[in-house]
């Protein structure tokens, strides 16, 4: 079964900076677009919301205008694993932080075919 684990999830300050990772298993994505996503707190999944995403074959990244000049996405092939460097974080972006997998040629909340559980990203003011 093709799992999708997220790491690296915590309480820090605002201002602070946290490292998130997401492991693949059984699976290496070679033609996937790989990503992120957030769902704030008392938030629906539906309204989980695209934070950052990188073409595993070219390691193109897109990013949510939120997430410009703050986070940055990025792909290390050998260990199968995405990563999401997150700087200067707010209050607003307290949420649970998902993993995501398209086969399709971006990825958005409904095109993604494999998700992770989720890990939690609290920011305090």
């Known amino acids: 079964q093709v799992e999708l684990t997220e790491s690296g999830g915590g309480s820090v300050q605002a201002g602070d900076s946290l490292t998130l990772s997401c492991t693949a298993s059984r699976h290496t994505f070679d033609s996937y677009v790989l990503g992120w996503f957030r769902q704030a707190p008392g938030k629906d999944p539906f309204e989980r919301e695209f934070?950052?995403?990188?073409?595993?074959?070219?390691?193109?990244?897109d990013y949510a205008d939120d997430a410009k000049g703050r986070f940055t996405i990025s792909i290390d092939k050998t260990k199968n694993s995405i990563y999401l460097q997150m700087n200067s974080l707010k209050p607003g972006d307290t949420a649970v932080y998902y993993c995501g997998a398209s086969s399709s040629a971006y990825l958005a909340r409904t095109s993604v075919n494999y998700w992770g559980k989720g890990i939690l990203v609290t920011v305090s003011s």
């Open positions: 934070v950052a995403s990188i073409v595993r074959v070219s390691g193109s990244p």
